[in-house]
């Protein structure tokens, strides 16, 4: 379970980063050490699934691991992990 305030504060901690890279996310991921953490660009996550927290330059989707293979969900009751998905500026 991953709750919303904690969502928040990903999210507020990323946008202050300097950049969305290997570095940033190595800094959340110290940050937040019991999570798992993922960088991605939000064109490979699905369209059908809406992110469950926007930001300007990213998006935040869910990661469930209930099955033997982790998919994305929106639900925050089976979430062990983030994607952060930058968004390309078009």
Do not use: K
Not at 3 to 21: E, F, K, N, Y
């Amino acid at each position: 379970m991953i709750p919303a305030d904690v969502l928040a504060a990903i999210a507020d901690a990323a946008t202050v980063l300097p950049a969305l890279d290997d570095a940033g996310m190595a800094q959340l991921r110290a940050d937040w050490p019991g999570l798992h953490l993922t960088l991605c660009s939000d064109n490979d996550v699905p369209a059908r699934l809406p992110a469950v927290l926007e930001r300007p330059g990213f998006n935040l989707y869910l990661v469930n691991g209930q099955e033997h293979c982790l998919t994305l969900t929106n639900d925050p009751e089976v979430a062990i992990g983030v994607v952060l998905a930058w968004v390309d500026e078009a």
